[in-house]
Nanobody
């Protein structure tokens, strides 16, 4: 089992920044590819960003490329999502997820393929 706890969400004005954190406990964190998904009200849970278990590869959905950065600190068992130039359409609950030995894009693209989930943190971007 892997337990994931997100933090860092909140209310921010358009153009602002937030950094989300996801603290992991349980099994060996470095063996898991990590991803962020988001779910807006009335919509499906969508992929945002991912980082391979080795830390060597990162992936982003087109709408956040150049604005969001995913990173991981295996010593701290934590994955981060730095979000800059936020837009109202980024408003959603952001979820952290783990995939055992997740490495390539196809491992992360569907929420159903992830192994473990956090409970989410709400990000609200006002216009």
């Amino acid at each position: 089992q892997v337990q994931l706890v997100e933090s860092g969400g909140g209310l921010v004005q358009a153009g602002g920044s937030l950094r989300l954190s996801c603290a992991a406990s349980g099994r060996t964190f470095s063996n898991y590819g990590m991803a962020w998904f988001r779910q807006a009200p009335g919509k499906e849970r969508d992929f945002v960003a991912a980082i391979a278990w080795s830390g060597g590869s990162t992936y982003y959905t087109d709408s956040v490329k150049g604005r969001f950065t995913i990173s991981r600190d295996n010593a701290q068992n934590t994955v981060y999502l730095q979000m800059n130039s936020l837009k109202p359409e980024d408003t959603a609950v952001y979820y952290c997820a783990a995939k055992a030995f997740g490495r390539i894009w196809s491992h992360f693209q569907r929420a159903s393929g992830m192994d473990y989930w956090g409970k989410g943190t709400l990000v609200t971007v006002s216009s």
